[in-house]
């Protein structure tokens, strides 16, 4: 562990929020761009939230299934510096963002059990950064951010020819013992760092940038 973990803070949707991921040292803010999530934004929000983010921490757009038209009304105002792709994209759709934007492009790759471990080797192959995921239950409104962990050991010391993320119901609570256990460089987390859906929590997101470092004795 230590403070050479990347830290991806998901949903933030007020300046305050940023403000503080700033200070904490955080390296990515992602922006949810899916009217489902309780922390979607409209594009008028975002471009207002990005424009005074501190410089110094990646702004990530997330969306789920969209179509370039809907990519390129973000990019258009929004200074985005990634894309990350959280729904159904194929390898192939990913390779096409990829080479139509310019910018490097993260996958969320959903993983419940042995099966889905292929997929990460294919978007790998495409992605610029690949995001494992827990994979949302059947039926779930959200393909992402629904507090839902998965068996960290069926990843545990795995690598990828390209950057990855771990992400799925990372809270300040397991953030240490999932580092510990996949080998993971970098984390994601939304819902483990908010008091109520889409509300980021100032001593929620302290504790777990802490436990991230190993700062505390988690
Ligand atoms: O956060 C959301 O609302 C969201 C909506 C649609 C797709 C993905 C979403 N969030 C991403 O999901 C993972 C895990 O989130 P959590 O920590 O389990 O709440 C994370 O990568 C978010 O970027």
């Not at 922390?39 to 757009?61: F, Q, S």
Request: glycine share 10%; with cysteine; hydrophobic share 50%.
């Amino acid at each position: 562990m230590g403070t050479d973990i990347r830290i991806k803070i998901c949903g933030l949707h007020t300046r305050a929020a940023i403000a503080q991921a700033a200070s904490l040292g955080v390296a990515y803010i992602g922006l949810v761009f899916f009217p489902k999530s309780p922390r979607h934004l409209d594009i008028e929000e975002a471009r207002a939230l990005a424009l005074d983010t501190p410089p110094g921490m990646a702004k990530v757009a997330l969306t789920v299934n969209a179509e370039d038209a809907a990519i390129e009304a973000i990019l258009n105002r929004v200074p985005i510096d990634m894309l990350q792709l959280h729904g159904a994209e194929t390898p192939g759709r990913v390779a096409e963002v990829r080479a139509r934007f310019g910018l490097p492009v993260m996958k969320a790759v959903g993983v419940a059990g042995a099966e889905d471990l292929p997929a990460l080797d294919a978007y790998a192959r495409v992605a610029d950064q690949i995001l494992v995921d827990a994979k949302p239950p059947k039926g779930a409104d959200l393909p992402g951010g629904n507090g839902l962990a998965f068996d960290w050991q069926l990843i545990a010391k795995r690598r990828w020819a390209v950057p990855w993320m771990l992400a799925g119901g990372l809270t300040p609570e397991n953030v240490a013992a999932a580092i510990r256990l996949t080998g993971a460089r970098q984390v994601d987390v939304s819902s483990g760092v908010e008091s109520a859906p889409g509300i980021k929590d100032a001593d929620k997101m302290a504790r777990f940038v802490a436990a991230a470092r190993g700062e505390t004795d988690a």
